[in-house]
């Protein structure tokens, strides 16, 4: 097999060499006394006019994983990030539990503090950091979220820790792994690395279902009386968009979005039935006698509401029993373990030969009508808030609706109403993980912007996901490494999904008696329209429902013509 030999000085210059060799293309990297071999490496890399992988300084280490994740979100390409041992770890362990819940794989990576105390090695210890930064066991604080942990011990296994820290990342499903990196292996002498080029560390791309289940999931879909799909983020790939579309065709199925994570099928079709948010279950739900639930985690929430007991559940994907979650109860009569894009075109055909047609005709009308309705309440709702100061989340997301296109990307940390925001095409919405762990949709929006610099991306933040996303760090990456991004805080000063948890589940308690929410209230709200102006960026803060068309478009015009980010403090309802 092909190989090829790559001349270097260190282990470390070994180990950039071999990442360029797989393709990657971006080092996200928050540097410390680990990095000194990875840094000397880079350093030779630019004098010698080499391009890739390039590295980028990321000032925060949940910024770092995160702008990782959206890279990889709008390209399927994994890259790499590098943080200073166990605590740069500690501060990247939550955007891990974010990819590892959305199965993104990273290349995550740390180094580990010098093990040798005499200074017979190159790399030993010589700064007293060294001492209190060893750990017994440091991948332990994230072994549950990764597929893989692994240490590099020698050079002559370099090639083969690396390559199956790639094949197991981009092995279904998806997710990042954790390789951490000695100070003293990366600094060791080397003349020369050979590796295979290309690498014959290939992985399997796509799941194809069993062919009875597909049969058996088509008769129960075609039969019913009102099937349903429910999903989640089958839009992660454009080719399942068109799948889903083929088989609501097909068999006039109405769809229902739960905690849409991407664009899953189009919001103008006549079968698109609404969305469901939060813990707020479409109450379509209730009334199918036969439910798909495609790449969705919590299609429903049984405490709220639920299907009728003799319902048909099908349950589909790659994993589509989450075998990641401790407890995940839905009930399953039909299971198909698949690429939701190789499975949906072959569910389509075979629903296609069975479905009625009068029977497909009278859902068609059915769904039709309650859309054309259910289209007239949203448009009355967001109409109702036009003049409603603070401003309302509806209108709100109706304004945002006017500067969306085929050419952005929005990134939301928020329930941003989509029923008035909806996204036009597949790739153009990304949602937060589910896991919940906030701060990662300005870092999410930097990487999209990264990977898909023509587009323009717009972060739709509400203030307290804003704050977790370490803001200074996100606008210093915009502005040094020149990505302009449109920056929407929704403003209502407060941790809304807590007040909201604290009233559910003690409707009658002391917190809704007095109106007294402690720890979620965020006042005095800061401005924070001028923390983007510290770093040459625009910033605007919008009061009254009036003002937001034109902000939008002012904010637009920054990103798009000056290439300068741009942030709106919307002050929201509370």
Known sequence: MPTKTLRVETVAQAYLELLRERGIEYFFGNAGTDFASIIDGFAKFQAEGRTTPKPLLVPHEYVAVSMAHGYYAVTGRPQVVMVHVTVGTANAVGAIINAARTNTPVIFSAGRTPITEDGGLRGARDTHIHWAQESFDQAGMLREYVKWDYELRQAVQLEAVVDRALELAMTEPRGPVYLTLPREVLAQPLGEITVQSPSRRQVVSRRFPDPARIEEAAEALAGARNPLIVTSWTGRQAAAVEGLVALVEAGAIGVVEANAGAMNFPADHPCHVGYGFASRPHPAITEADAILVVDCDVPWFPSVARPPEDATII????????????????????????????????????????????????????????????????????????????????????????????????????????????????????????????????????????????????????????????????????????????????????????????????????????????????????????????????????????????????????????????????????
């Not at 989509?418 to 990304?430: E, F, K, N, T, V």
């Not at 407060?494 to 009658?508: E, I, Q, R, Y």
């Open 315 to 574: 349950q589909l994907g790659i994993d589509p029993f989450f075998s990641r979650y401790p407890m995940r109860s839905y009930p399953c009569d039909v299971p198909i373990v698949a690429d939701s894009a190789v499975a949906l075109p072959m569910l389509a055909e075979a629903v296609r030969h069975r479905a009625p047609r009068d029977e497909v005709a009278r859902r068609r009308e059915h769904w039709a009508e309650a859309h054309r309705q259910s289209r007239a309440a949203w448009a009355e709702a967001a109409e109702a808030e036009r003049t409603r100061v603070p401003v309302g989340f509806q209108w709100a997301a109706r304004c945002l609706r006017e500067v969306l296109g085929r050419e952005t990307i929005v990134v939301n940390e928020y329930p941003l109403d989509l029923r008035h925001a909806p996204p036009p095409i597949p790739g153009s919405y990304l949602a937060h993980p589910s896991s919940g762990g906030l701060g990662w949709g300005l870092g999410a929006a930097l990487g999209a912007k990264l990977g898909a610099p023509e587009k323009t991306v717009i972060a739709t933040l509400g203030d307290g996901a804003y704050l977790f996303a370490v803001p200074s760090t996100c606008h210093y990456v915009a502005r040094m490494h020149g990505l302009p991004v449109l920056t929407v805080v929704f403003n209502n000063g407060s941790w809304d999904a807590v007040k909201g948890a604290t009233l559910n589940v003690h409707p009658a308690g002391w917190a809704a008696a007095t109106r007294s929410i402690p720890l979620s209230d965020l006042a005095p709200s800061p401005r924070y329209e001028e923390i983007v102006r510290a770093f040459d960026g625009h910033g605007e803060r919008v009061e009254h429902p009036d003002e937001l068309p034109g902000a939008l478009q002012r904010a637009v015009e920054v990103v798009r013509r000056e290439r300068r980010q741009a942030l709106l403090n919307l002050v929201c309802q509370r």
